[in-house]
C-alpha cells in the first residue's frame, strides 16, 4: 500500500513460467512449426509497467506470410483438418481449452508484462474467458446445419426439384488483431474460424504478440494438424498488409482502429475477401434523472477506467440529468483519483500502465487538447512522473459537443462529461457520432428504458450496466464501427458461405 499514490512501486521479476518462455524465443509458427522470419527482422516487445524492453519477435515478411498462406491452404484443401469429422474438431477444441485452464497462472502475467494490464484482471477477466470461449464456440463444430425449401419452378412440366442450402467454411482467414485483450482477440477469432472448419492465420498486434505466441504452444499440444492454426508476428502495414492483399486469403477478419479498418475494407475489394471488421467506438453512457447515484458512479468509473479505458466499448462519453450531475461527477471524480496505479504484476495495483509510449502520449496529446479547447479537469488530468507508460485516470467536463475530446475515439482512462436536461436532446448527442459500437442506459423506469433502447445507434445497448460481453450475444457496431457481428451464431455465420443446392429428381 502507498501512502503517497504518486509513488509506485518498481515492476517485481516475471516468475519461472514466463522466463522460461521468453528464454524459449518466440518464432513464427508456420505448418506447425517455429521458424525463423526468413529476413532475419525482429522486433522489440516492450513491459508497459517500466518500459524495458522484455523479448524480441520476428518481423514476418512477405515471403514468411506466403508460407504461411501455403499451410493453410494445403491444411484447407488437402489436409486432414479438410476430412475431420465436426465432433474430432469440437474435441479439439475443447482440449485447447483445457489446456488454457491449465497454463492460466502463466497466461495472465504474460498478458500482463505484455499489455499492461494487471495480472489480477487478467487471471479473472482475459484468461478464464478465452478459456470459456474456445469451449463455447467448439459445441457450434457439431451444430452448422442448413435448411432445404420448396420451390417453384416453373416451365418444366412435371418436374420435381429438391432444393436446400448449406454452410461450408468459407476457407482460409487472416485474423488481424489489436493489444486490448490480445488472448481474448485471439480467442474471439480463432474459435470460431476453427468450428467453422477454417485454417487461420493470426497476426497479433505489434505491442503483444506474447500470449498470442504462448497460445500457439498449446494449440500444438492439443493436436491441430499442421498448417490449421499459424501465427505470424510482425507490423501492420507490412504483415497486416500482406495477408489482406494476399490472394490466397479468403477472408480477413480484423479488430482495431477505424481507420485501418477502412483501408483494410479497401484493399479486400481487389480480390473481393469477405471481410468482417469491428472497430471504434465512443460509446455514451446516459444517466436518467430517477437513477441510482452510486450505482451510477460505480458503473461510470467501470465503464471508462476498465483496462484502463482501452476498450473498444468503454463508456467514454458520460450524459448526466443536470438534476443529479453534480452528485455523480463528485462521485466519479473521487473514484477515479482513489485507484492505484502501478506495475501489472504488483498485487496491490488496481490499474496499469497504457500499452505504449505512442498510446501514452496520444491519451495525454488528446487531454491536452481538451484543456485547450476549454474543459476542465475534475481528476486526473496528467502523466505520473514514473518510467512506465501511466496516465492518470481523468474526468473532463464543462466539454462541448465539437470538442475532439469528445467527437473522438482516445482510447485511454479519459471520460467526457455533459448535462442534459431533455431526453430528446440527449438522444441527439448521443447519437451525434460516427460511431455506435456500445451504449448504455442507467435508470430505474422499466417504460424510460424501453423507450430509449430503440433510439440509440449501437449494437450493443447495456441498461444499468457497461461492457458486459457475452459468447452467446452477438457483438459488433452500427456506423463506422464496423461490418458484421461476433459470437453466437453470428460468428459462425461469419466464417461460412452459403451453398444453394438444387436437384432435379
Ligand atoms: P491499429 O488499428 O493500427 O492496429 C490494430 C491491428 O491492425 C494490429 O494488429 C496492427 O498491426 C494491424 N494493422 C495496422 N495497420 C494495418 C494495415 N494497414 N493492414 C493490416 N493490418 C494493419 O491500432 P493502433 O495503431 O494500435 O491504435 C490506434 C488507435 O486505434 C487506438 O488509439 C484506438 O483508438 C484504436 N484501436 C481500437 C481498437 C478496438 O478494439 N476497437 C483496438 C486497438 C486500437
Ligand atoms: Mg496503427
Not at 196 to 209: H, N
Request: glycine share 10%; with cysteine.
Amino acid at each position: 500500500m502507498n501512502a503517497n499514490p504518486n509513488v509506485i512501486p518498481m515492476q517485481p521479476a516475471p516468475s519461472s513460467l514466463v522466463r522460461d518462455f521468453l528464454a524459449r524465443k518466440p518464432r513464427l509458427l508456420i505448418n506447425n512449426e517455429w521458424v525463423e522470419s526468413r529476413s532475419g527482422k525482429t522486433l522489440p516487445v516492450y513491459d508497459p509497467a517500466s518500459g524495458r524492453e522484455i523479448a524480441r519477435v520476428p518481423d514476418a515478411g512477405s515471403e514468411d506470410v506466403n508460407r504461411a498462406v501455403a499451410a493453410a491452404r494445403a491444411a484447407f484443401d488437402s489436409g486432414p483438418w479438410s476430412e475431420m469429422l465436426p465432433k474430432a474438431r469440437e474435441a479439439l477444441l475443447w482440449k485447447l481449452a483445457d489446456l488454457i485452464d491449465r497454463n492460466a497462472e502463466e497466461l495472465a502475467e504474460l498478458e500482463s508484462v505484455d499489455n499492461g494490464k494487471t495480472r489480477f484482471m487478467a487471471s479473472i477477466i482475459d484468461v478464464p474467458g478465452t478459456r470459456d470461449y474456445f469451449r463455447y464456440m467448439a459445441g457450434y463444430a457439431t451444430k452448422i446445419e442448413g435448411v432445404t425449401m420448396q420451390t417453384s419452378i416453373g416451365g418444366m412440366p412435371g418436374a420435381k426439384f429438391h432444393t436446400y442450402v448449406a454452410r461450408e467454411p468459407v476457407g482460409v482467414v487472416a485474423q488481424i488483431v489489436p493489444w486490448n485483450f490480445p488472448l481474448a482477440m485471439a480467442a474471439w477469432k480463432l474459435a470460431p474460424a476453427l468450428a467453422a472448419g477454417c485454417t487461420c492465420i493470426l497476426k497479433p498486434a505489434e505491442q503483444t504478440p506474447l500470449s498470442a505466441l504462448r497460445l500457439g504452444e498449446l494449440i500444438i499440444e492439443a493436436g491441430f494438424p499442421p498448417g490449421v492454426v499459424n501465427i505470424l508476428t510482425g507490423l501492420g502495414e507490412s504483415t497486416g498488409a500482406a495477408l489482406v492483399a494476399h490472394p490466397g486469403v479468403d477472408k480477413v477478419a480484423f479488430t482495431g482502429s477505424t481507420e485501418v479498418g477502412k483501408i483494410i475494407n479497401k484493399a479486400a475489394t481487389d480480390t473481393l475477401k469477405r471481410v468482417s471488421l469491428e472497430l471504434g467506438g465512443k460509446s455514451p453512457m446516459i444517466v436518467l434523472p430517477d437513477a441510482d447515484v452510486g450505482q451510477a458512479v460505480g458503473g461510470a468509473a467501470m465503464a471508462i477506467f476498465f483496462n484502463a479505458g482501452q476498450v473498444c466499448t468503454a463508456g467514454s462519453r458520460l450524459y448526466v440529468h443536470a438534476k443529479i450531475f453534480d452528485k455523480v461527477i463528485e462521485g466519479l471524480s473521487g473514484a477515479a483519483s482513489a485507484i492505484r496505479l502501478g506495475p501489472g504484476l504488483e498485487q496491490s495495483t488496481e490499474m496499469g500502465p497504457l500499452v505504449s509510449k505512442e498510446q501514452q502520449e496520444r491519451v495525454l496529446s488528446y487531454i491536452e487538447s481538451g484543456k485547450q479547447e476549454g474543459a476542465s479537469v475534475a481528476a486526473g488530468g496528467e502523466a505520473l512522473s514514473h518510467p512506465g507508460y501511466f496516465v492518470k485516470p481523468t474526468v473532463l467536463v464543462n466539454v462541448k459537443p465539437q470538442m475532439r475530446v469528445v467527437k473522438e475515439e482516445i482510447f485511454g482512462p479519459v471520460v467526457v462529461a455533459q448535462r442534459f436536461d431533455d431526453l430528446d436532446d440527449v438522444v441527439k448527442a448521443a447519437n451525434d457520432s460516427p460511431y455506435g459500437l456500445g451504449a448504455s442506459i442507467w435508470t430505474n423506469n422499466l417504460s424510460a428504458a424501453h423507450r430509449l433502447v430503440p433510439r440509440i445507434k449501437a449494437g450493443t445497448v447495456w441498461v444499468n450496466c457497461h461492457n458486459m460481453v457475452d459468447a452467446a450475444m452477438p457483438f459488433g457496431g452500427f456506423k463506422s464501427s464496423g461490418i458484421g457481428r461476433e459470437h453466437g451464431r453470428a460468428a459462425i455465420e461469419l466464417y461460412t458461405e452459403s451453398k444453394s443446392v438444387c436437384m432435379l429428381v
